[in-house]
């Protein structure tokens, strides 16, 4: 059974820095590629970051510059580094898994809130 479980989020004042961690269980972490999403109150669910099977990060506009992407396949672990962080960044933040091959993610996490006062 696939498991993601997202842990890290909290209360930050506007500025501050967060770091979300995504672990991963009952899948070959290496051979998914990862993201992180959000949904803020009343919005979509956007994509945020993601990266490929070798390491390249992918970013959202709107996040381009404060937030960094990882991965530790060892650990089977992704990780969303945010900085100068704004009170629009306030959302569910999800991690989620997907083959390579596939264009829509397969596994989903359950989510952690990340709320930013200004």
């Known amino acids: 059974q696939v498991q993601l479980v997202e842990s890290g989020g909290g209360l930050v004042q506007a500025g501050g820095s967060l770091r979300l961690s995504c672990a991963a269980s009952?899948?070959?972490?290496?051979?998914?590629?990862m993201g992180w999403f959000r949904r803020a109150p009343g919005k979509e669910r956007d994509r945020v970051a993601t990266?490929?099977?070798?390491?390249?990060?992918n970013y959202a506009d709107s996040v381009t510059g404060r937030f960094t992407i990882s991965r530790d396949n060892a650990k089977n672990t992704v990780y969303l580094q945010m900085d100068n962080l704004k009170p629009e960044d306030t959302a569910v933040y999800y991690c989620?898994?997907?083959?390579?091959?596939?264009?829509?993610?397969?596994?989903w996490g359950q989510g952690t809130q990340v709320t930013v006062s200004s």
């Open positions: 009952g899948l070959t972490f290496s051979s998914y590629a």
């Open positions: 990266i490929n099977l070798s390491g390249i990060p």
């Open positions: 989620a898994a997907r083959v390579p091959t596939r264009t829509t993610y397969d596994y």
